[in-house]
């Protein structure tokens, strides 16, 4: 899974780290010259960095070969935008926690997403 294997190149990197020899600690921020951290260099930053925005695959799930409807619910079921009743409750309009047409929440529409992929990827229709 990738989020394992995210986890372990980051101690990975940790474990080439030899430390330093002498000298006083400073703070340093990568996203100005100086190393001094300012708001608008942040925000710049952000915006500019090849880094993407989140963990999530999106490349992957707009070039996939799936129905453009279903790219588009996976990518508001990440975003957690999908119009459940906990979302449109979030936005100030209070209704039961439970999607319409399903009876579920978005944390179990995320865990039915995982399971339907896994399924998928096992019969090879990934």
């Not at 790219?71 to 439970?98: H, M, Y």
Request: net charge positive; hydrophobic share 35%.
């Amino acid at each position: 899974n990738w989020e394992i294997q995210r986890v372990e190149d980051f101690f990975n990197t940790i474990g080439q780290f030899n430390g330093l020899e002498g000298g006083q600690d400073i703070l340093w921020w990568k996203g100005n010259r100086k190393g001094s951290f300012k708001v608008g260099c942040a925000y710049n930053w952000l915006n500019h960095t090849n880094q993407p925005q989140s963990h999530w695959p999106w490349r992957g799930i707009w070039k996939s070969k799936i129905p453009l409807k279903v790219a588009c619910f996976v990518w508001l079921l990440a975003k957690e935008a999908v119009l459940t009743q906990d979302n449109l409750k979030r936005r100030g309009i209070p209704l039961c926690s439970r999607c319409f047409f399903c009876g579920e929440n978005a944390g179990q529409l995320t865990i039915s997403f995982y399971t339907a992929r896994s399924l998928a990827n096992y019969g090879g229709y990934s």
